[in-house]
């Protein structure tokens, strides 16, 4: 079992900078690939920025490239989503999830409870 804590979500004016973070715990936390994934209202949830076990592989959606960066940091269980030059688009409830297989979103199987971004325009 893997327990995910998200925090540092809040409102942000167009063209800011928010950062991220995912607790986690149980035994095997560390081995997990962890996910950003984001929900906006009325749309269904979307894939944003995934990283590997081990910190060395990265993925991000169209979308948030080359804005967002997630970065994780395995002696303190946390994974972090960088997320910079924001646009009201990016308003959602952000999800951090852990999954065993980095480019397969719906292998995602540990969710946290969210944090809500919202970008004023």
């Known amino acids: 079992q893997v327990q995910l804590v998200e925090s540092g979500g809040g409102l942000v004016q167009a063209g800011g900078s928010l950062r991220l973070s995912c607790a986690a715990s149980?035994?095997?936390?560390?081995?997990?690939?962890i996910g950003w994934f984001r929900q906006a209202p009325g749309k269904e949830r979307e894939f944003a920025a995934a990283i590997s076990w081990n910190g060395e592989q990265t993925y991000y959606a169209d979308s948030v490239k080359g804005r967002f960066t997630i970065s994780r940091d395995n002696a303190k269980q946390t994974v972090y989503l960088q997320m910079n030059s924001l646009k009201a688009e990016d308003t959602a409830v952000y999800y951090c999830a852990a999954g065993p297989v980095l480019v397969v979103p719906s292998t995602y199987e540990y969710w946290g409870q969210g944090t809500q971004v919202t970008v004023s325009s």
């Open positions: 149980g035994r095997t936390s560390s081995s997990y690939n």
